[in-house]
């Protein structure tokens, strides 16, 4: 039963306005070492070098989008098996059957409320304490 | 942490590029650029408006976002075509997505059915999409929390061994290890060993015990297990090597690469330890045959920086870093520095007016305090600078809508956008700009059939355009439509009174004077253009801003509008002159040039102070003590000064003036709240010495001259006719 507070989480999105409000709601259920990255780039530089314990990212980014940015965490040496959570939009149904072929734990479909964040992160992470 | 209501401003704040990005890229898309680039930018950005609105709560932004965003879909997917009259629609649309993000942002009610016309020929087009998805995919109304009718099991973080279906890149390496004696003597632990490899990947070990000696024969300090197993990892072989760069030597190791029929594309990842690729991946032609087939919308193949697709990594942009600041916060400091720039130039008066050799320490100091304040304001006036982009970014769909309204066909065509000029001068522009525009669409394009008449094409062109240029900021729009009539110009000036009836007047001042008061040629007044109070009041706003406007017009083949504007409204480079016992201010940009003419060279006229011969040309003059009241005694004097300028038609003249007292930076400062407007002084200043001098109008004064002297306007056109003899 992992301790929300103990959780290391990377939040991937190029909206900074949306990267806020997810941190917001993390923050509600009690995470707090919280990453933020705003592209996939960034996301892979933080992923390599910090212990990650969950990455929460959109799909809809320039240049590297969520998919890519799952086939190269999956593809990582050291950030392999981190945790993936994708945010989709309600109408990326088949990105989602994609998404697990490449390897996806969860998917969440913005927006979202405290609630269904939690029951996703514990879908993957557990009950948390 | 930031407050909800911070996170909305911020959210409005990216609106406002993401549309931007919109138009742009729908325009691009409509000029022929439709590229998959440019089409996913556009759906990207709709997308994101999408997104955020719905966290943050505005559901009418949210409804039509996803209406328009379906079809960007569609056109996105290949499913629908974009065609000339869908990209108009698609154009409406990010109008009316404008309209709503403005509504949500203000706070405003937003009417029910707002849009609803744009909507239903948005949904008409999902109803053209061949594949029947759009159509589906809009019945959805509230965001479910798990999606139906896919198999999908969320997999847990513990039961989870990182393998990808379509495993990517990872070895397997066969390994035996056999400590030798010495290796723990050595402060070696082969359980570190066993921890490190498991950090590259699936470890699979099988212990070799049979050197394990019964307890009575144990020794302490040496290892006795060894064990063979198999790695699967994506590491190269040197990191599984360097895991046992301590311990080589004293153990027995074999390491093998195992062939693994399922390694198809190395996938190379970019910023991770060094992934050093021994030799370039093995890709099979299946596994190229993926790399090839996934494009839009994955950005995976961009990363995988494998053989099959050598060259193009997309280099990050380096983004400029910026924070939000308060205007006001901006305004006090450029206010702070205005000071500065006076106390600086009184200090340097008083260290000018010390005894010659007092102190070059002093001199020179403040010579550096002088090039700092210099530097100082420039970097506080760039702070308040903004490209005039953000005043023509409003113009496409001035243009898009007047075009439909007047039933035209109209290009707009801007370059210059990044050109920068200070705040001051941008809240003033958009007016003028916006009735400049609207005249050349109402009045300037003819209708696609009457162009063609004449030989056009039937779209006209407008074009927008911003250069800096002699220390200030010049806008041309120019269009390709009919010019201005001249004849009926000048019936309708005479109509008026404007003119006189028997006045001759040349093709150039006819169609200046569409700029005087209570002039409107048109039949019926439209209500685009309004009635009459058009050119007149752009030129006034143009010149309240320091600022000068121009116009040539050629009957039939089009029209151009010049603005030529200051940088900024706040400080300036002067030139102190004395008229009498006078001192006033002049713009640097203003003078041409500056001259101490022989007596030989200036001819006299009744009236005026005389025209001043120039190089072959005869510039007419006008005495600033006449014109100012003044005791000048530079009207008899041999020596006199002359500053060359133009006037407001772009016709030079002179200025006669007693002394020319130096340069130097002065702030301006109005004196309309105090005095109201005063033709021939622009404002006001402190000097070093503390006094406060005028900045003369130069463009004011020379009209100022013509209409007290009718000698110097016919001065001027002699000029102009000699010139043409003289040449």
């Known amino acids: 039963m992992p301790n929300a507070i103990a959780l290391k989480v990377l939040i991937v999105d190029d909206q900074n306005s949306v990267r806020q409000m997810t941190r917001m709601t993390l923050e509600e259920i009690g995470i707090r070492q919280i990453h933020e990255a705003e592209n996939g780039h960034q996301a892979m530089e933080t992923a390599a070098v910090q212990p990650l314990d969950l990455i929460i990212s959109d799909f809809n980014m320039p240049e590297m989008d969520g998919l890519g940015l799952l086939r190269a965490v999956r593809g990582h040496p050291v950030a392999r098996k981190v945790p993936f959570i994708l945010l989709t939009g309600r109408g990326d149904r088949e990105l989602v059957v994609k998404a697990a072929q490449a390897g996806v734990n969860n998917y969440l479909i913005k927006p979202f409320t405290a609630a269904i964040l939690r029951q996703k992160i514990e879908q993957v992470m557990g009950k948390l304490s | ?727």
Not at chain 2, 489 to 504: M, S
Request: net charge negative; with cysteine.
């Open chain 2, 1 to 727: 942490m930031a407050s909800l209501e911070q996170l909305k401003l911020t959210f409005f704040d990216e609106c406002s590029e993401l549309l931007q990005q919109t138009e742009t890229g729908l325009t691009d898309i409509k000029n022929g650029q439709d590229t998959d680039e440019a089409v996913n930018a556009v759906f990207r950005a709709v997308h994101s408006v999408k997104g955020g609105a719905g966290i943050f709560g505005f559901e009418a932004l949210v409804e039509f976002a996803h209406v328009f965003e379906t079809v960007l879909d569609a056109v996105r997917r290949g499913s629908l075509t974009a065609s000339p009259d869908v990209v108009d629609v698609l154009l409406a649309a990010s109008d009316v997505l404008s309209d709503l993000v403005q509504m949500s942002r203000s706070g405003e009610a937003i009417v029910p059915g707002f849009g609803s016309e744009c909507r239903t020929a948005l949904e008409h087009l999902m109803a053209r999409d061949k594949t029947g998805d759009a159509a589906s995919q809009a019945g959805e109304s509230a965001a479910p929390a798990d999606f139906d009718g896919i198999e999908f099991t969320p997999v847990r973080a513990d039961q989870f061994d990182g393998a990808a279906a379509n495993a990517d890149g990872i070895r397997t390496f066969q390994i035996t290890f056999r400590p030798k004696p010495e290796l723990l003597k050595k402060a070696n632990e082969p359980l570190y060993i066993v921890r490190e490899l498991r950090k590259l990947g699936e470890l699979d070990l099988v212990a070799a015990t049979d050197e394990l000696p019964g307890l009575a024969e144990l020794e302490f300090d040496r290892p006795y297990i060894g064990w063979t197993g198999t790695l699967r990892t994506t590491a190269a072989r040197e990191q599984v090597d360097e895991v046992f760069e301590f311990v080589v030597g004293d153990c027995e190791l074999g390491i093998e690469e195992l062939a693994d029929a399922n390694s198809a594309t190395l996938v190379e990842v970019p910023q991770s330890p060094p992934l050093a690729m021994e030799e370039p991946s093995a890709v099979t032609p299946a596994a190229a045959e993926k790399t090839a087939g996934s494009s839009a919308p994955g950005g995976a193949v961009n990363t995988a920086l494998s053989a099959a697709n050598p060259g193009h990594v997309p280099a990050a942009k380096p983004a400029a870093t910026t924070t939000r600041i308060e205007l006001e916060k901006i305004d006090r400091v450029v206010n702070m520095v205005g000071e500065l720039v006076i106390s600086q130039a009184m200090l340097g008066q008083i260290v000018n007016d010390l005894p010659e050799g007092t102190s070059n320490r002093l001199a020179q100091i403040v010579e550096e305090v002088v090039h700092h304040t210099r530097e100082l304001k420039d970097s506080v006036m760039s702070m308040r600078a903004q490209p005039v982009g953000s005043v023509f970014q409003r113009m496409p769909r001035l243009v898009r809508e007047l075009a439909t309204k007047t039933c035209k066909k109209v290009r707009l065509e801007m370059s210059g956008e990044t050109t920068e000029v200070d705040r001051s001068i941008i809240e003033r522009l958009g007016d003028p700009l916006t009735h400049i525009i609207r005249n050349a669409v109402d009045h300037g394009i003819e209708a696609p059939a009457d162009r063609l008449t004449a030989g056009k094409n039937e779209e006209g062109a407008i074009r927008l355009a911003a250069e800096h240029r002699g220390g200030r900021i010049i806008i041309e729009i120019s269009d390709d439509g009919a010019g201005i009539n001249s004849d009926r110009v000048l019936k309708k000036a005479q109509e008026k009174g404007l003119v006189g009836a028997d006045a001759v007047l040349s093709d150039d001042e006819i169609n200046n004077l569409i700029m005087l008061p209570g002039f409107s040629t048109a039949e019926k007044i439209s209500d685009i253009s309004g009635r009459g109070v058009g050119m007149d009041v752009v030129r006034s706003n143009i010149q309240d801003i320091g600022g000068r406007i121009s116009l040539k017009s050629e009957r039939g083949r089009g029209m151009m509008i010049q603005l030529a504007l200051p940088l900024t409204l706040a400080v300036m480079d002067g030139m102190v002159i004395k008229v009498a016992q006078e001192t006033y201010v002049v713009a640097m940009s203003a003078i041409v040039e500056c001259l101490r003419p022989a007596r030989s060279d200036i001819n006299s006229l009744i009236g005026t102070r005389g025209m001043l011969k120039l190089r072959g040309d005869l510039v007419p003059l006008v005495s600033l003590g006449d014109l100012l009241n003044l005791n000048s005694t530079a009207d008899e004097s041999d020596d006199c000064v002359v500053i060359i300028t133009e006037a407001g038609d772009g016709k030079r003249f002179g200025l006669v003036l007693d002394e020319l007292c130096g340069h130097q930076q002065v702030v301006i400062k109005s004196i309309e709240e105090s005095y109201g407007s005063v033709p021939g002084i622009a404002a006001a200043t402190i000097l070093g010495n503390g006094r406060v001098a005028f900045i003369l109008d130069v463009e004011k004064l020379s009209d100022l001259a013509a209409s007290a002297s009718p000698n110097v306007a016919i001065a001027a056109k002699k000029a102009s006719a000699a010139k043409v003899a003289i040449n």
